[in-house]
């Protein structure tokens, strides 16, 4: 059974999309409804909404595209700002199932096959917070890579402009396209795409001209720079630091030193070490086997064995290039970027959601047993772990054996398309150029 069908009509029903986009939507949202949580986050996006910019601090107050249109709900309608947030969320689901499933039923006859691709923590946990520009950022970045997809570069640009005024990550994904595009020799494309964001940039340092500065209250490029080590430590190998500015902290202090005068920034005086704390770690991993099932792996699996093949002979088309670049990178740059390493992680959604998908299913002659095979191991590498983990979600031991769990679904997946017959790079179509 191919999954993967690369006879299919290259224009499926639009009805068909629509009606699994709405299908999606509501198992979602009624998965997830009653399980939404608000961060401190939502107090600056709530502001923003009810147009008071001057008390956000940095930076929120840059993410002003969602909260925006939030307002413009609210104003037209006289829902309150959180049921305002709530049809931005749901609008936004809608759009990124519709714009993934569009592209997916160019190639699959299964339509099962997109549900069991997006029925993944990934979507869930992004609709829980439905609030922050996470969400909205999704749809517009899907409906960037479906208009790439189809080779409208010219309308894309439009996308990355909204998508810098949603959430300023936006930078990494232009460059990323920039330098796609001009490799492919689409120069006025990528010239527009840098202009857009520049635009976007500028509009944003107007609008945000009487927010307040970051907690730490030093330089916004310092704070980016700063943030990085301060991560890594924390998630990536459990050191825990803290500084005076922060306020309260996890665990109390091993070791404190005042920093001189000289190295005083803004609110920062004081850093402390606070121990070894192995939970963030685990929890790292955890979201990097998990959070989009087996697929990561086995993108990193098919890149290793046929790197050279596939990109170094220019075999993929650049839209594949932009998103496999843009999500790799922001998949494993994730734990440096902040403390929500699951939601960090999860920009990395293009890479493997539409371009590590089709690149994998067209790269393989799949039969019916390994077929099956695989979708199963996805669904217990999504959901096993997760469910473990929250049967008991103070236990370190219970989040040990998730850890397990999850790296034998992933040894499984990858000794498993092992077996199956490499497919010739041949015929060009919307994931290959030809050979």
Not at 129 to 135: A, G, N, Q, S
Not at 170 to 189: G, N, Y
Not at 267 to 278: A, K, T
Not at 355 to 362: E, I, M, S
């Amino acid at each position: 059974m191919a999954i993967v069908d690369q006879a299919a009509p290259r224009v499926p029903s639009v009805w068909v999309t629509l009606l699994q986009a709405a299908v999606l939507t509501t198992i979602v949202a009624a998965l997830t409804w009653n399980l939404n949580h608000k961060l401190d986050d939502y107090d600056g996006y709530e502001s923003i909404a009810q147009g008071r910019m001057s008390e956000v601090t940095k930076p929120f107050a840059n993410r002003v595209l969602a909260a925006s249109l939030v307002h413009a709900v609210t104003a037209a309608t006289g829902l309150s700002t959180e049921q305002g947030f709530a049809v931005i969320g749901v609008l936004s689901l809608f759009g990124i199932a519709a714009c993934v499933a569009a592209v997916l039923n160019s190639y699959t006859k299964h339509p099962a096959f997109v549900f069991a691709l997006l029925l993944i923590p990934w979507l869930l946990g992004l609709f829980r917070e439905y609030y922050l520009p996470d969400l909205p950022h999704a749809a517009l970045a899907a409906v960037y890579f479906l208009l790439l997809y189809k080779g409208r570069y010219w309308e894309s640009i439009p996308l990355l402009f909204l998508m810098q005024l949603t959430r300023e990550a936006t930078v990494l994904l232009a460059v990323v396209a920039v330098v796609v595009l001009i490799r492919d020799r689409r120069w006025r494309p990528a010239l527009a795409s840098a202009g857009a964001v520049a635009a976007a940039m500028a509009l944003v340092a107007y609008a945000i001209r009487d927010a307040q500065p970051n907690l730490h209250h030093i330089n916004s490029v310092l704070y980016l720079v700063l943030k990085v080590p301060f991560n890594i430590s924390r998630n990536v190998f459990g050191v825990m630091l803290w500084t005076d500015s922060l306020g309260s902290k996890e665990l109390p202090a091993v070791w404190t030193m005042d920093l001189p005068s000289w190295l005083v920034r803004g609110n920062i005086h004081r850093i402390e070490y606070c121990g070894f704390d192995p939970v963030p770690p685990m929890e790292t991993l955890l979201s990097f086997l998990t959070l989009f099932g087996v697929v990561p792996v086995l993108l990193v699996r098919e890149l290793w064995l046929r790197w050279k093949r596939m990109v170094g002979a220019g075999l993929l088309r650049p839209w594949v290039k932009i998103a496999l670049a843009y999500g790799l990178v922001s998949f494993f740059a994730g734990p440096a970027l902040g403390a929500s390493v699951r939601r960090l992680v999860g920009y990395g959604w293009p890479a493997f959601l539409l371009a590590g998908v089709l690149l994998l299913a067209g790269s393989y002659c799949l039969d019916r047993r390994t077929a099956v095979g695989l979708l199963i191991i996805q669904v217990l590498a999504c959901w096993g772990p997760l469910a473990l983990v929250e049967s008991m979600p103070e236990s370190i031991s219970m989040l040990a054996a998730a850890l397990g769990l999850a790296v034998v679904l992933n040894v499984a997946a990858w000794r498993l398309i092992g077996q199956a017959t490499p497919e010739p790079f041949a015929e060009a179509d919307g994931v290959f150029s030809g050979v």
